[in-house]
């Protein structure tokens, strides 16, 4: 088989919805079936996207112009998604393998090579059968995505409007985003209610393409959400993804703080469903 073949033959989907509601712990979850792979917030596919989406093959100097984005991504990229990825980064596999066939490859084919060398198991590159990218943010990129990967589905991740609120306040210093909403209930719950409009707006357009989880369900009814999802996402469903938490988890910077710690701590360990209803406790919207 060849390059362009193998390509071709993998599956390209998306984990995509709101921050906050899970999408780390179903990262973890399909990185248990032994033909997925999926990737932490790779930014790829959209960086490059105006200038090279519709190039088939893609120009050559899109390899230029992505090792100068990496040098600058891994030197001023320090948030924990980031430094996951380029930690799992093959680049130099990668660079060697497109610059040898980038006469031959189109832009769909590019981002799921470069997705292939971006993984942090024992998986071997020919096992992989699908590629699924991570990324909440990506949800307001759908159409775009459908346009690089026609056949993509989407795991749309939801959560309930208070324990969102109150996941964003308690880590509110963790990341420049979560800094720039603060703990405003006001402007959480507007970013809040621009999510779920947009989900709503591409249930209807793609009614096929998209799937909602939300992290109550997946959380409470664990064996059966990923059994859907499987079906949805017309993967074999393995017993190994019960059981996330004996997957490695990847050491955290030393500069994270005890917010970011406890959240990687978290993962290795089975779900805590006493946390479901933390905000019923802890939920104060006009504080």
Not at 25 to 53: D, G, H, Q, W
Not at 59 to 82: C, E, G, M, V
Not at 265 to 287: C, E, F, M, Q, V
């Amino acid at each position: 088989m060849t390059l362009i073949e193998q390509l071709d033959n993998i599956q390209m989907h998306f984990v995509v919805g709101m921050p906050r509601a899970g999408t780390n712990l179903l990262r973890m979850i399909l990185n248990r079936n032994p033909i997925v792979n999926c990737t932490s917030e790779v930014k790829f596919p959209m960086v490059f996207y105006k200038e090279y989406a519709h190039q088939n093959p893609v120009s050559p100097q899109i390899i230029i112009k992505f090792k100068k984005f990496y040098a600058k991504w891994i030197n001023i990229d320090h948030t924990l998604p980031a430094k996951t990825t380029y930690s799992k980064f093959d680049a130099a596999n990668f660079l060697q393998v497109a610059e040898q066939n980038i006469d031959k490859l189109s832009y769909e084919q590019l981002c799921k090579l470069m997705l292939l060398h971006v993984k942090g198991d024992e998986k071997k590159i020919n096992d992989i059968k699908v590629i699924v990218n991570k990324n909440p943010v990506f949800l307001f990129s759908i159409p775009e995505l459908l346009t690089i990967f026609p056949d993509a589905k989407f795991v749309v991740t939801i959560r309930d409007y208070r324990a969102f609120y109150l996941s964003f306040k308690q880590s509110k210093d963790q990341s420049a985003f979560t800094r720039f909403l603060s703990n405003s209930c006001a402007s959480i719950s507007q970013y809040w209610l621009i999510q779920m409009e947009t989900i709503k707006q591409y249930q209807k357009k793609y009614p096929k393409q998209l799937f909602l989880l939300p992290y109550e369900r997946l959380t409470t009814d664990k064996e059966n959400s990923i059994k859907e999802m499987c079906s949805f996402l017309d993967i074999p469903f393995d017993s190994a993804m019960l059981s996330h938490e004996e997957i490695a988890v990847e050491p955290i910077y030393d500069t994270a703080d005890e917010r970011a710690k406890k959240k990687q701590g978290d993962l290795t360990k089975s779900i805590n469903t006493n946390r479901i209803a933390a905000w019923k406790k802890d939920y104060r919207p006009t504080k």
